[in-house]
């Protein structure tokens, strides 16, 4: 057993469903939990493998410091129950069916002594080729009665998306959850073909724009996807990577054809924000272009920034705890809507910058719908996002850019106030 993990020891398959069965999908409630951190006492996390034409594989990864131990059991001994539920259903047309492709049961007795930092196991799901899938896994702690739900796209539309690609960590042997990586990280990629002995590899050194405020109608502006290099690499299962520059890689086994593997170095503090260089950029979604300009060709970058949030507040009390909410939200869309690009340029990540998490949230395998309610008003605030079939991440999504006033003006006024934003205000 490697030190900081453990893998399934004990585990029970309770129910699994290879017939599809009718069942409604429950697209009405509300998810805004799921962006709201102190929601959810559990933060497990997933990752899907395509092994063979007809299944895959999801792994998981789950944090006993999340859990509640107790030594109501036989041997006396700590130990924490926790039960995991998945239900897979194709996209058709567009839309999530109601009808259940795969679903099981399975619970996990962890022992507190055998663990440390996480506990790892694997499922296998019915999968078939040529097909999309939306994937929904349920997580219990069933002594403390709590639990989540994660979202999960499984595409597999051809043999060249990302899901085709295991990412192992080096350093512990296990999968990687994201393909996130610092400078010094090594990792292996293994493909579920195993006659392919080179990966074509295509650099962008992510220069990719931020989104328009929700002033306009027009979108957002969309990146070309002209690759700032590509060459070829010699490939097996113990290949080792790494990525030295700060970008995003895509790596593909046919040039010719769409899909492929990206990972992403987004800087070493990542998703944190630790320097002057982070805590620059997203103040572009508070200042004019003009105002930004001159923020960042200052020379002490430090004290323009200290001088914004001091102005801003009036006192360095206040500016203080603009600060920590600010630069809070930040990493949070860092944490929550990174795509092929910081979650804090994303369009997502700007409105939850700005606004905060959302009151409630809908969501289905193609849309979230974002409302925020307010006290003043019978009309809410509500945005929608519509996800974008992108080869390089499942995790990117437009603003619709279809609604009347989106009190975008109002918001950047009060942060500039010295008040933290509330629609409900």
């Known amino acids: 057993m490697l030190a900081g993990a453990a893998l399934c020891s004990t585990m029970l398959l309770l129910a699994s469903c290879t017939k599809k069965a009718v069942q409604p999908s429950p697209v009405d409630r509300n998810m805004a939990f799921l962006y709201n951190p102190s929601s959810s006492p559990l933060h497990p996390e997933f990752t899907v493998y395509h092994e063979g034409r007809d299944y895959s594989r999801l792994y998981l990864k789950i944090f006993p410091s999340e859990l509640l131990f107790n030594q109501a059991n036989k041997e006396g001994t700590f130990q924490s129950k926790v039960r995991v539920r998945y239900e897979l259903r194709e996209i058709i047309d567009g839309k999530e069916s109601d009808l259940v492709a795969d679903s099981a049961t399975i619970s ?53 998306t990302a899901q085709n690609f295991k990412v192992i960590l080096s350093a512990t042997g296990f999968p990687s959850f994201d393909r996130i990586f610092h400078s010094g990280e090594i990792f292996r990629v293994q493909y579920n073909d195993k006659g392919i002995d080179r990966l074509v590899v295509r650099y962008f050194n992510n220069t990719f724009p ?48 769409p899909g492929g593997l990206a990972v992403f ?20 979604y508070l200042t004019s272009a003009i105002e930004f300009n001159e923020l960042i060709t200052q020379t002490n970058r430090k004290l323009a920034v200290d001088n914004f949030w001091l102005q801003s507040a009036g006192n360095a009390e206040k500016a203080r705890e603009l600060i920590r909410v600010y630069y809070n939200r930040v990493f949070f869309a860092n944490y929550y809507f990174t795509s092929y690009k910081e979650g804090w340029k994303t369009d997502r990540g700007m409105m939850f910058i700005i606004y905060g998490p959302p009151d409630n949230m ?12 307010r006290k003043r008003s019978r009309e809410p605030l509500r945005f929608t996002f519509t996800r974008v079939d992108n080869p390089y991440s499942d995790n990117d999504y437009l603003l619709q850019r279809n609604f009347v006033n989106a009190m975008w003006v109002q918001a950047v006024q009060d942060w500039r106030s010295g008040k933290v934003f509330y629609a409900d205000n």
């Open 108 to 160: 996990y007795t962890l022992r507190m002594d055998e663990i440390k930092n996480a506990f790892f196991s694997s499922v296998m799901i019915r999968s078939e080729m040529n097909r999309k899938y939306q994937l929904r896994v349920y997580t219990d702690d069933l002594l403390r009665s709590k639990g989540t739900v994660n979202y999960m796209p499984v595409d597999r539309s051809g043999v060249n």
């Open 210 to 257: 931020l989104p328009r405020p929700p002033v306009t109608n027009l979108q957002s502006p969309r990146p070309d996807f002209i690759p700032d290099s590509i060459f070829s690499y010699p490939f097996s299962d113990t290949t080792l990577f790494m990525l030295p520059e700060q970008g995003m890689y895509h790596l593909q086994v046919d040039p010719d054809q």
């Open 265 to 284: 170095n987004f800087g070493d503090n990542f998703p944190r924000v630790s320097s002057v260089e982070d805590m620059i950029g997203p103040l572009a």
């Open 362 to 373: 809908k969501k289905n395998a193609l849309s979230e719908i974002w409302t925020y309610y």
